[in-house]
């Protein structure tokens, strides 16, 4: 597999995450840095990196002492998940609109999810999106809604890699959502955004729990 980032650590990493939040997602397929370092050709140490750092993230959870596994989300799991998300995303959203602040970074990254789309790459769609909603909670300036959201990411990441890889749910009308939200936060209207968060967030979520069943 090609790898294409300026550090071999990071381009481990990037690949790894790919197929996790892709392919990996509800496979039983036991990671260990002697596997990694086989499947991308790099020595166990930087292998070691990759692993370590996507347990830190909550993409890859320790299974005892053999490696680690992709969390197993069950239909339970998604629908907790995507409630937890409604309420810190809702409130991160309300504060927004409170004061009409769009943040730029929030609208850079919707730009680089609709790009994604039009190219057909799924993992691409599922980042973008991922740093969309955690632009628009950091922008608040609450370090507390900030670990909150951070906690329920690494599960939303994978969730979106699966809509994405499935072709639950399209980037183009994603990206459209996003726009909707940022125009919500734009006009100063805190009932309206979240109004419209909990309809995206709800959206990708009843795409989801059919496929899972």
Not at 90 to 98: F, S, T
Not at 160 to 183: C, K, N, T, W, Y
Request: net charge negative; glycine share 8%.
């Amino acid at each position: 597999m090609p790898l294409t980032t300026r550090s071999l650590s990071d381009a481990v990493q990037a690949a790894l995450r790919e197929w996790i939040v892709t392919e990996g997602a509800g496979s039983s397929e036991l990671v260990t840095e002697v596997g990694v370092a086989a499947r991308f050709g790099v020595a166990r140490p930087t292998a070691r990196v990759a692993v370590e750092r996507l347990l830190a993230e909550g993409l890859l959870v320790r299974d005892g002492r053999r490696g680690a596994r992709v969390p197993v989300l069950t239909a339970a799991d998604v629908e907790d998940l995507y409630a937890s998300r409604a309420l810190v995303e809702g409130e991160a959203h309300g504060r927004l609109a409170a004061t009409g602040s769009v943040p730029s970074e929030a609208v850079a990254a919707n730009e680089r999810l609709l790009l994604a789309a039009r190219a057909k790459d799924p993992a691409a769609v599922a980042a973008a999106d991922v740093e969309f909603h955690r632009r628009l909670v950091t922008a608040t300036g609450s370090r507390r809604l900030d670990r909150m959201h951070e906690l329920l990411m690494a599960e939303a990441h994978l969730c979106m890699g699966q809509v994405q890889h499935r072709s639950l749910l399209s980037g183009i009308v994603i990206a459209d959502e996003h726009a909707a939200i940022l125009a919500a936060i734009g006009a100063g209207d805190p009932e309206l955004v979240t109004e419209r968060t909990r309809a995206h967030l709800f959206s990708a979520r009843d795409k989801l729990l059919p496929a899972l069943e």
